[in-house]
């Protein structure tokens, strides 16, 4: 039914726990996913082959060494057997509602995303009876629902016509420009937020050689800016045309109803480009000022 894939980090220190969480969760989904790793990172091979999941070690990369998003969606059509295919951030852990959320759209073409929950988790999820139940009590009594950028995963039929940039994975900036690219694609954008719980296990950035700061306005992070256009090409879940609930998929809301349609028109993007570029100044400036 459904083709899973994703890039992962290499399998150290906490990410080496959330990833196994993230990933392990993919494979309890039923009816089974098929389930794709791109990357040679470190125990990446290893692990593929512990969770009976395809490994894809080859991948084009940039000069600094980091995979490439465009590389992995082009092999990940070609090698899905099933005509759904979702990208998953390697360290969001998803629910049995993602089957069933999938299920409920039936246009012939179409992406859908929706935000995250962000969740502390520090250990291994043992993955029993009931453990699906425990991480939603742990997401209720502690977890935070991500603002509209909060965007970690997409599900597109594989006919569905992409053309990245080469923009590089965990960096920030292709995601939104994916949402504006299809809209100005006429593909529609579906939130589905209500019915997918997709849990973020937070997480710190000593990944990265700068950190945090790398991530944000490291020279990878400028370069997918600079291939996504600017601010004014990047949209947020805000800006969906469409909101899956239960029983489908509806226009949303007012004021969201709103800003979809106003997400068409330059000028407005362009008032938007302005707001988040003061936040991100802001946000840069605290951060870096709060670590002195």
């Not at 791109?38 to 091979?45: C, I, L, R, S, W």
């Not at 759209?105 to 425990?134: A, Y």
């Not at 045309?241 to 007012?254: E, N, Q, Y």
Request: glycine letters at 6%; hydrophobic letters at 45%; proline letters at 4%.
């Amino acid at each position: 039914m459904l083709t899973l894939f994703t890039i992962p980090k290499s399998f150290n220190g906490h990410i080496n726990v959330i990833q196994r969480n993230a990933i392990t969760s993919w494979t309890q989904l039923k009816p089974r996913c098929e389930v794709i790793l791109f990357g040679d990172d470190e125990g990446v091979a290893e692990f593929a082959r512990e969770v009976g999941v395809t490994h894809v070690s080859d991948i084009a990369k940039n000069e600094h060494g980091t995979p490439l998003l465009s590389s992995a969606f082009t092999m990940a059509k070609a090698l899905a057997h099933n005509e759904i295919i979702g990208y998953v951030n390697s360290d969001i852990v998803i629910l049995s509602d993602f089957i069933q959320a999938v299920a409920k759209v039936t246009k012939p073409f179409f992406l859908m995303s929706g935000r995250r929950w962000d969740l502390d988790i520090k250990n291994r999820i043992d993955f029993i009876d009931n453990w699906e139940e425990k991480i939603r009590l742990a997401m209720r009594a502690h977890g935070c629902l991500h603002g509209f950028s909060g965007i970690d995963y997409f599900i597109f039929p594989r006919t569905l016509t992409i053309n990245l940039p080469e923009f590089a994975v965990g960096r920030p900036g292709w995601d939104n420009w994916f949402i504006w690219d299809s809209k100005q694609r006429g593909i529609p954008v579906i939130d589905a937020t209500e019915m997918i719980t997709a849990i973020h296990q937070n997480h710190g950035y000593s990944h990265l050689r700068g950190g945090w700061k790398d991530w944000l306005q490291g020279p990878e992070s400028k370069n997918n800016f600079t291939l996504a256009g600017g601010l004014t090409q990047m949209l947020t879940l805000r800006d969906a045309d469409w909101v899956l609930k239960s029983d489908g998929v509806h226009r949303p809301s007012f004021p969201n109803l709103l800003f979809s349609s106003l997400s068409r028109f330059y000028m407005w993007r362009l008032i938007l480009a302005v707001k988040r570029n003061v936040n991100n100044i802001l946000e840069s400036f605290f951060n870096l000022t709060h670590k002195v």
